[in-house]
């Protein structure tokens, strides 16, 4: 690996057939790459079914592993040509270490994702495919689940925009920020889902997270009561979003 990204002792690279994994140790110390499998777990009956969504995601739950296991897919036309291949270019940028290390950083920074366990990428000719393994958050739900069930209070509304706001003053940029990808927990909000996701200087493409998430919301929500999901709320997450964090930028790599 390359020294830019400053990893701790504790991130081990490995072999794996036709690969390699990157994992914490001081997180999952024997973890092997049957791991990114999972019909591992299913045999072990620790799989917890599977999330909505792509169905791409696994629960695992066992006496002391709670971990979401998932395989990179494609979603809208590509995944026609290719479901899970991608076409290869350097270990760095392979999705599920690209993902990995930078919610690696984020974790350390302090930010509110779940903890990386490990990253899997297997090579064939041109291509590859990818698995990610990170830390069960104790959650209620995505955004669009709980909003699903009833309305949010606007405090909820406003510490979603301070969360989202914490992110962008580090300079992560979010590849794809949807209801999907914000979790609700007892505890806060985290963000999940940091595939393609960036570090960037200031500019326009913190706006632009902000537009995808309201697309996302009036689509999840259109449906629904129109309490669910009023002009109030948005500005609620907008006023959080305002108030500043004062966090300074996670240097780009
Ligand atoms: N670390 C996590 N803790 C709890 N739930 C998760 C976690 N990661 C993913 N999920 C659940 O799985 C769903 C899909 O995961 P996500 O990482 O967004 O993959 P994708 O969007 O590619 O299917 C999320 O919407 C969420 O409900
Ligand atoms: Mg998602």
């Known amino acids: 690996m390359s020294g830019r990204w400053a990893l701790g002792p504790e991130v081990k690279r490995a072999a794996v057939a036709g690969g390699a994994m990157l994992y914490d140790t001081s997180r999952a110390g024997n973890l092997a790459p049957a791991w ?21 995601a696994h629960f695992i739950n066992s006496a002391d592993k709670r971990y979401v296991l998932r395989h990179y897919h494609r979603g809208g036309l590509m995944a026609h040509i290719s479901r899970d291949r991608y076409s290869w270019r350097s270990e760095e940028s392979s999705r599920p270490f690209a993902e990995w290390l930078l919610t690696y950083r984020m974790h350390r920074a302090g930010l509110p994702v779940p903890a990386p366990i490990g990253a899997r990428y297997v090579r064939s000719g041109s291509t590859y495919t990818g698995d990610l393994i990170t830390e069960r958050l104790p959650t209620v739900g995505s955004l669009a689940e709980c909003l699903g069930t009833g309305a949010l209070s606007v405090v909820t509304w406003i510490s979603i925009g301070r969360c989202i706001r914490r992110f962008h003053d580090l300079g992560v940029c979010h590849a794809d920020l949807n209801a999907h990808n914000v979790l609700l927990s007892e505890e806060g909000v985290y963000l999940i889902d940091f595939d393609r996701g960036q570090l960037r200087g200031p500019g326009l493409w913190r706006d632009a997270n902000l537009v995808r998430l ?4 009036d689509k999840v929500t259109w449906a629904l009561p129109a309490e669910r999901f009023a002009e109030s709320d948005w500005h609620g997450l907008l006023d959080g979003y305002r108030q500043s964090s004062g966090g300074s930028a996670l240097q780009s790599a």
């Open 36 to 56: 990114f499998d999972p019909a591992h777990w299913r045999a072990r009956g620790e799989l917890d079914g599977g999330a909505q969504g792509r169905a791409t």
């Open 214 to 217: 309201r697309r996302s919301l």
